[in-house]
């Protein structure tokens, strides 16, 4: 259960009062269209919460719970997402260029159309997860989990540590 409100968020970003903040929990909020940009949100808690066209561009999110979240079209462009946990969520659209997703667990993520342009996804865990029509332009794939992931129409141009 969140131990904040969306009303607290929305002021704390207005005033520019919250810059790091770690071990929060946001689980099953609705914080579509916030920009979170820039912040520091390291361990926190977005379990099942609405986070649709939201912003984390340079966001440091390491180790941040977004199991079941819904991110379609957020922004997470070069945002630290290093050991994070994004399974079963929902990331169509999604643009993750540049970002660090090393050690992430994305089982059964739903990456369909989804920008990892320049991605770090080393030991990442895409378990079941669909990348289906996936932009991986250059991303790294070196020691990640494929099984049964869905890469159909996915782009793979200079893509590094995976075989089609």
Do not use: P, W
Request: glycine share 6%; proline share 0%; net charge positive.
């Amino acid at each position: 259960m969140a131990n904040i409100t969306v009303e607290e968020i929305r002021r704390l970003l207005i005033t520019k009062s919250i810059t790091h903040y770690n071990n929060m929990d946001f689980s099953g909020l609705d914080l579509s269209g916030l920009d979170c940009s820039g912040l520091t949100l390291a361990s926190s808690n977005f379990n099942d919460t609405r986070l649709i066209k939201t912003k984390f561009v340079t966001t440091f999110l390491s180790k941040c719970n977004f199991q079941g979240a819904n991110l379609t079209e957020a922004d997470l462009t070069t945002a630290n997402l290093k050991e994070a946990d994004l399974s079963r969520a929902t990331l169509e659209n999604t643009t993750l260029s540049r970002a660090n997703l090393s050690g992430a667990r994305c089982i059964k993520a739903s990456m369909t159309f989804a920008s990892l342009v320049g991605c770090d996804l080393t030991r990442a865990n895409l378990t079941s997860a669909s990348l289906h029509g996936a932009d991986l332009t250059k991303a790294n794939l070196t020691s990640a989990t494929t099984s049964e992931t869905n890469f159909k129409n996915a782009k793979f141009i200079g893509t590094i540590g995976y075989k089609l």
